[in-house]
C-alpha cells in the first residue's frame, strides 16, 4: 500500500505527471455530445482510422506542451486525433502531453457553442499554431456563432491557411482533411465524415445496424436455398428408391409369371403322361 511518507520518498523522475481532471461543460455546450459523441462519430472514427495501439482519438482532454502547474490558458479540445503516439499515456496522463507524445496532433476540432466562440474563434487559433497542430476544424451547427457552418484550416509555416470548402448540392458542405483523409461534411445541420475512396460516410450506428440486418438477412436466405437443396435432394432421392422398388416389383411380378408358366408346363405334361393311349393291334 502507498502511503505519503513513500510517495515522497519516489524519485522525481518516476512520478508521472498528471492533468487534474476536467471540469463538467457548460449547458450550451451539450452540442458537444451530440454531434461527436451521440451519433457514433467519435467511435467509428476510430474504428475507421485504425490502429488504436497508435492512433488516438480523444474528446475534452487537457492539451499542452510540457507539464506545467495549474490549468489556466490551457486548453481542451473537443475532438483531436493524433497518428503514431501512445494512447495509453494520454490516458495515464489524463490529457495530451506533446513532450511525452513527441509531436502535436495532427487534427483537433472544436464545436460552436455561445461560450466558447471567443475562445473559438480568436484565442485558439493562435494557441493551436503555436503547438503545431496541422490541421483545427470549427464546426458550428446553426452558423449563428462562428458565421459559417463548417470551417478548416491548414498550418502553413507558423500560421493557419483556409481549406477551401465546397458547397453540394442541398446546401450540403464539404472540406477534405489531408490529416485524416477524410472529407468533413455540415450536412443538415449534422457533422458527417465520408471516404473519399468510396464516396460514402464511413460506418455510423444505423450503417452498423443495416448491415448486420443485411448480414441475418443472407445468412437466413443462405439456410433456406440449403433447405431446399436438401428437399431437392430428398425428393430425388426418393424418387430414385421408388422408381427402384418399382423395377423390384415388376422383376418379383415376371419371375411370378415366370414360374406360373412352369408350374403349368408341368402340369400339362403330367396329365399327358396320365391320358391312356389307345394300343394297336
Known amino acids: ?60 482532454g487537457w492539451m499542452a506542451l510540457a507539464p506545467r502547474p495549474g490549468v489556466d490558458g490551457l486548453r481542451r479540445p473537443d475532438l483531436l486525433v493524433a497518428f503514431d503516439v501512445d494512447p495509453e499515456a494520454y490516458h495515464a496522463t489524463r490529457g495530451y502531453l506533446i513532450t511525452e507524445q513527441g509531436k502535436p496532433p495532427d487534427f483537433v476540432i ?18 493551436y499554431a503555436a503547438l503545431g497542430i496541422a490541421e483545427y476544424w470549427r464546426f458550428d451547427q446553426t452558423g449563428e456563432y462562428y458565421g459559417s457552418r463548417l470551417t478548416g484550416d491548414r498550418l502553413v509555416d507558423d500560421h493557419y491557411e483556409p481549406i477551401h ?88 411380378a415376371r419371375l411370378r409369371a415366370e414360374a406360373g408358366i412352369v408350374k403349368a408346363k408341368a402340369r400339362i405334361r403330367e396329365r399327358r403322361l396320365e391320358i391312356p393311349w389307345p394300343q394297336k393291334d
Not at 18 to 36: A, G, K, M, N, S
Not at 110 to 127: F, G, H, I, N, Q
Open 1 to 60: 500500500m502507498t502511503t505519503p511518507d513513500t510517495a515522497a520518498k519516489t524519485p522525481p523522475d518516476k512520478v508521472r505527471f498528471r492533468f487534474p481532471e476536467p471540469p463538467q461543460r457548460e449547458l450550451d455546450e451539450v452540442t458537444v455530445f451530440e454531434q461527436l459523441h451521440l451519433t457514433g462519430n467519435t467511435h467509428f472514427l476510430i474504428m475507421h482510422l485504425g490502429k488504436p495501439e497508435t492512433t488516438l482519438v480523444a474528446a475534452d
Open 110 to 127: 472544436e464545436v460552436a457553442s455561445e461560450s466558447t466562440v471567443y475562445l473559438d474563434m480568436v484565442a485558439k487559433p493562435l494557441d
Open 165 to 252: 470548402i465546397d458547397e453540394l448540392p442541398d446546401g450540403v458542405l464539404q472540406g477534405y482533411s489531408p490529416a485524416l483523409h477524410l472529407y468533413l461534411r455540415w450536412e443538415r445541420g449534422r457533422l458527417t465524415w465520408h471516404d473519399p475512396a468510396t464516396g460514402r460516410h464511413i460506418l455510423t450506428f444505423d450503417a452498423a445496424k443495416e448491415a448486420r440486418l443485411r448480414a441475418k438477412a443472407r445468412t437466413a436466405a443462405i439456410c433456406a436455398a440449403r433447405l431446399r437443396a436438401d428437399a431437392r435432394a430428398a425428393e430425388h432421392l426418393a424418387a430414385r428408391f421408388w422408381d427402384e422398388a418399382l423395377i423390384a416389383e415388376n422383376r418379383a
